[in-house]
């Protein structure tokens, strides 16, 4: 059991892994940009496959349009 119980107390800080402390949490900064990068390229994505799937109904429109002529 000691060993799953913290050996400070309650009020300190436990030490941490890296030696020195990262208050401003500039490390978690390329996560975060790298995130929003592939957030970004996936829209990009979802856009351009949509864009190809409006492109190819306006062809098959175009193509059965003069189909329905009339006159």
Sequence with gaps: MTMLMHSRG???RAPSS??????AGTGAAPTRLAAIKRFFIHALVMLAAGAALAAI??????AYLPRFNYH
């Design 10 to 12: 309650p009020f300190e």
């Design 18 to 23: 890296s030696g020195r402390r990262d208050i």
């Design 57 to 62: 109904m306006a062809l098959k429109v175009v």
